[in-house]
């Protein structure tokens, strides 16, 4: 791993940046189109979205301001819950492309299993895929019998599978069986909400001379999960991004790994009502 251009491979052959921005409760307007401008510039070529995060129209005016040529993006996006479904997932990507102004996305997501709903989407993704409009699809927030129910009766294979993933919830279950299908794990609130007062890492960013959020950002890179961290200052998307001149130990490495506690930051993907 060399840089901000490292890409991984995923299973249709499309290539993906390892590390990329997240804009979740960034906020429409200046502070996304700002954010979105500073990241770009500072070398990050993968942003992800949502349409639950009401902010594609600015992601998709940073990216024209910035000048940047399409092919050198990857753009993410996710359909809603409350779109999801055959024909309304098909509706919301359309609408979700017209907001962020692109011809085509790079990676659609299912946002979270609906019950009930969730195999349909599916198969709405797989026809946005098929027609050529996205070049991967994926999922996210999706545990093991989740995409157990989308193997009975679909035929692709989800590129990735989005999830909560940092020091305190490893998720090795789910990442175990991801990898064994060839689904790349991308991590959402790597950096735990910004609780990263945690002895260990502190120990670990005086040992390494650096912050602990590099120290996370690096674990999550060596162990072969995508993640996409979150700032709207500029010196902090520059210094998230400054992890590729040191290696952390397989010994510490696996000091991280046994911080788990199973502890969300977030919602239970098997227990969520929205």
């Given at each position: 791993?060399?840089?901000?251009?490292?890409?991984?491979?995923?299973?249709?052959?499309?290539?993906?940046?390892?590390l990329?921005?997240g804009?979740?409760?960034?906020?429409?307007?200046?502070?996304?189109?700002?954010?979105?401008?500073?990241?770009?510039?500072?070398?990050?070529?993968?942003?992800?979205t949502?349409?639950?995060?009401?902010?594609?129209?600015?992601?998709?005016?940073?990216?024209?301001?910035?000048?940047?040529?399409?092919?050198?993006?990857?753009?993410?996006?996710k359909?809603?819950?409350?779109?999801?479904?055959?024909?309304?997932?098909?509706?919301?990507?359309?609408?979700?492309?017209r907001?962020?102004?692109?011809?085509?996305?790079?990676?659609?997501?299912?946002?979270?299993?609906?019950?009930?709903?969730?195999?349909?989407?599916?198969?709405?993704?797989?026809?946005?895929y098929?027609?050529?409009?996205?070049?991967?699809?994926?999922?996210?927030n999706?545990?093991?019998?989740?995409?157990?129910?989308?193997?009975?009766?679909?035929?692709?294979v989800?590129?990735?599978?989005?999830?909560?993933y940092h020091p305190?919830?490893?998720?090795?279950?789910?990442?175990?069986?991801?990898?064994?299908?060839g689904?790349?794990?991308?991590?959402?609130?790597?950096?735990?909400?910004?609780?990263?007062?945690?002895?260990?890492?502190?120990?670990?960013?005086?040992?390494?001379?650096?912050?602990p959020?590099?120290?996370?950002?690096?674990?999550?890179?060596?162990?072969?999960?995508?993640?996409?961290?979150?700032s709207?200052?500029?010196?902090?998307?520059?210094?998230?991004?400054?992890?590729?001149?040191?290696?952390?130990?397989?010994?510490?490495?696996?000091?991280?790994?046994?911080?788990?506690?199973?502890?969300r930051?977030?919602?239970?993907?098997?227990?969520?009502?929205?």
């Amino acid at each position: 791993m060399t840089g901000l251009q490292d890409t991984v491979t995923l299973n249709n052959g499309v290539k993906m940046p390892r590390l990329g921005f997240g804009v979740f409760k960034v906020k429409e307007g200046e502070e996304v189109v700002d954010a979105v401008k500073a990241a770009l510039a500072a070398g990050y070529r993968a942003i992800d979205t949502a349409a639950a995060y009401r902010n594609e129209e600015g992601v998709g005016q940073a990216i024209r301001e910035s000048g940047i040529p399409r092919e050198e993006l990857f753009i993410t996006t996710k359909v809603w819950n409350s779109d999801q479904g055959y024909e309304s997932t098909l509706e919301a990507y359309e609408s979700s492309r017209r907001k962020l102004g692109l011809d085509y996305l790079d990676l659609y997501l299912v946002h979270w299993p609906v019950k009930g709903k969730y195999k349909d989407t599916w198969r709405a993704l797989e026809k946005l895929y098929s027609d050529g409009v996205v070049r991967a699809i994926g999922v996210s927030n999706f545990q093991t019998h989740h995409l157990d129910d989308i193997f009975e009766d679909n035929t692709i294979v989800p590129a990735v599978n989005q999830i909560e993933y940092h020091p305190l919830l490893t998720q090795e279950k789910v990442k175990s069986y991801c990898e064994a299908k060839g689904i790349h794990i991308t991590a959402w609130s790597p950096l735990m909400q910004g609780n990263l007062d945690l002895p260990l890492l502190q120990e670990l960013a005086a040992k390494y001379s650096k912050s602990p959020a590099q120290i996370v950002i690096r674990w999550d890179l060596q162990k072969g999960v995508l993640t996409i961290p979150k700032s709207i200052t500029p010196a902090r998307i520059q210094e998230n991004a400054d992890v590729y001149d040191f290696e952390l130990s397989a010994e510490d490495v696996a000091a991280i790994d046994a911080l788990n506690q199973d502890r969300r930051f977030g919602s239970d993907p098997d227990n969520f009502n929205f």
